[in-house]
């Protein structure tokens, strides 16, 4: 914390940190309650990427269920959602060959048709428009770097824009302290392992009644193919290779728009090996038969990463503390076996713009919207993940395979009963730090080397991010202990830093007689994905926000 900064402050309503999806609907439903009821609502969003939809990154297949609650004519609009899903796929992958899951063997809700493919980013773009033209105040480029409390001990506002800090940290010539925004109610939206929301969870202990949080990474490339490589409208999902039974993950497949393709890797951050490399394995996994044709003759235009929220209803926290609420990814809201989380994100941001809406009109500020954690548990949100709550556990207990099958029956099964599970509620266990291996009790994984056709390295996959940061500030990945990387980590893990990371920022460096390892932080490179955040097995790493917009510049993700 910044104690004895002066700066300025603006007092609106609501402050909002995060443009994605639930912070935009929860602006835009504000707006839209202030309009009906003939009164005025200030709202902020502010945005860390250099503009709105530069950080965003999702598959995506979008369920519009809460678009079509927040703007009923989204069509007629001009909403980017215009490549409908025409046909699902669902593949059991081996080394060489497939198995085709019939889709009808899947629960109803797992089917995508309804559906629309598209780019999350340009959709979070739309929506600030109409958000901007109700009123709202958009800020991106002002990262949110640290909490504001009251003497209550409340949150009323976020410190945003502070900018020229130095490398030791200390205002450089152009150090800029930022502005206080204060709001009397403050809503983060930051998105899965925010940096406010991991500081807010701790305060007010938001998860004590809950599961541990469970994650996965997400890496996703942008293709554009040839003619007879591309089939609006599918949706291709895998499961299988190449990782093994006991490592969870999948795979997407996406056509649509302008002959894209938007393809995708998961590993549940849960895997025990500490050699497995996420990256690699879907360098890999784009060589299978059943992949490459798809990709053949393209051109891959975009990469980018971002972690995956996986708890599911067990994992999810407190949704109110004094002066806030979480929205969306900060709250884990996302429905893991159909690998969607923005409508039920929008959908939150609608809820607690309508319990703040009506403690405004109350004239409260400040305190508890307990109100929004009640609409919550009524809401079709809630429902849609307690119908799926076993799914990410069974998975986690029996493996790919086994889990995979009893998960099939188990929500089909739920879902039949109103949401009663024979199984009743199950928990997750360890957090994904703590499922760490010791190197010594697994053999190292030889990947092959990148064809440039298919498969790519990590920085030349780091460039298509368009990602940057100014080298003259701080690190804003922290450790805090820096003995700990070559100290612990090297002999115990092998340092799984410089395999988990998707974008090359850490490694382990020798001197010339292949001694003396020297831990090294490329923050540069970093696309925001905060997988260090959540693997490192001694939790030894802190994700912070970087100044100004830097970080990723992602186009059509």
């Known amino acids: 914390m910044s104690e004895g900064v002066e700066r300025e402050s603006m007092q609106y309503d609501v402050v909002i940190v995060g443009a994605g999806p639930s912070g935009l609907g929860a602006a835009i439903r504000l707006k839209q309650l202030a309009a009906e009821a003939g009164t005025e609502i200030s709202v902020a969003v502010l945005e860390k990427g250099s503009e709105v939809g530069a950080h965003i990154l999702s598959g995506a297949v979008f369920d519009p269920k809460a678009l079509t609650e927040l703007i009923p004519d989204w069509k007629a609009q001009g909403a980017p959602l215009e490549t409908a899903v025409t046909e699902d796929r669902f593949l059991l992958l081996g080394p060489q060959g497939s198995l085709d899951l019939p889709m009808w063997a899947m629960p109803g809700f797992m089917n995508n048709h309804g559906n629309y493919i598209g780019s999350l980013g340009n959709l979070c773009r739309w929506l600030a428009q109409q958000a901007e033209a109700l009123g709202v105040e958009v800020y991106p480029g002002m990262a949110a770097s640290e909490p504001v409390f009251g003497e209550d001990g409340a949150l009323k506002g976020v410190v945003a824009g502070v900018s020229g800090l130095g490398k030791d940290g200390k205002p450089g010539p152009l150090y800029e302290p930022g502005m206080e925004l204060h709001g009397k109610y403050v809503f983060i939206g930051e998105g899965v392992r925010g940096s406010l929301a991991k500081v807010l969870k701790a305060r007010f202990n938001l998860g004590k009644d809950s599961q541990p949080e469970k994650y996965g990474i ?183 395979a086994v889990g995979g099958a009893v998960g099939i029956l188990e929500m089909w099964t739920t879902s039949l009963l109103g949401g009663f599970s024979f199984f009743g509620t199950l928990g997750h266990g360890k957090g994904d730090a703590e ?62 830093a410089r395999l988990y990371c998707p974008a090359g920022v850490y490694e382990v460096l020798y001197d010339e007689a292949g001694q003396n390892p020297k831990f090294q932080i490329n923050f540069q490179n970093c696309v925001h994905c905060k997988t260090c955040d959540i693997k490192d097995p001694a939790q030894n790493i802190d994700w912070t926000t970087p100044q100004g917009g830097d970080g990723p510049n992602y186009p059509n993700m």
């Open 218 to 400: 997400g890496i996703k490339e942008l293709w554009q193919v040839p003619d007879d490589a591309f089939i609006p409208g599918l949706v291709q999902h895998t499961t299988g290779w190449p990782l093994d039974n006991a490592t969870g993950g999948g795979s997407f497949l996406y056509h649509f728009g302008d002959n894209y393709v938007a393809i995708g890797f998961v590993v549940h951050l849960n895997y025990k090996n500490p050699w497995l490399s996420p990256f690699d394995e879907f360098q890999r996994f784009k060589h299978h038969p059943d992949v490459a044709k798809f990709l053949e003759g393209g051109k891959r235009i975009s990469y980018g990463a971002r972690a995956i929220s996986e708890g599911g209803l067990q994992s999810t926290p407190r949704l109110h503390f004094p002066g806030g609420v979480l929205l969306g990814d900060s709250a884990g809201l996302v429905n893991v076996p159909r690998i969607k989380g923005s409508h039920n994100a929008i959908k939150s941001g609608m809820m607690a713009a309508e319990a703040a809406f009506h403690a405004l009109q109350a004239g409260r500020s400040g305190d508890e919207l307990t109100e929004y954690g009640d609409l919550f548990e009524r809401s079709w949100v809630r429902k849609e993940l307690h119908v799926v709550r076993n799914a990410k556990p069974l998975l986690s207990k029996l493996g790919t």
């Open 435 to 496: 499922s760490t291996g010791l190197a010594k009790d697994y053999q190292p994984i030889v990947y092959p080397k990148p064809d440039g056709v298919l498969s790519f390295d990590k920085l030349s996959s780091v460039f298509l991010s368009n990602t940057n940061h100014d080298e003259g500030q701080p690190a804003h990945l922290k450790l805090r202990d820096p003995s700990i990387p070559i100290g612990s980590n090297l002999p115990r893990y092998g340092e799984p």
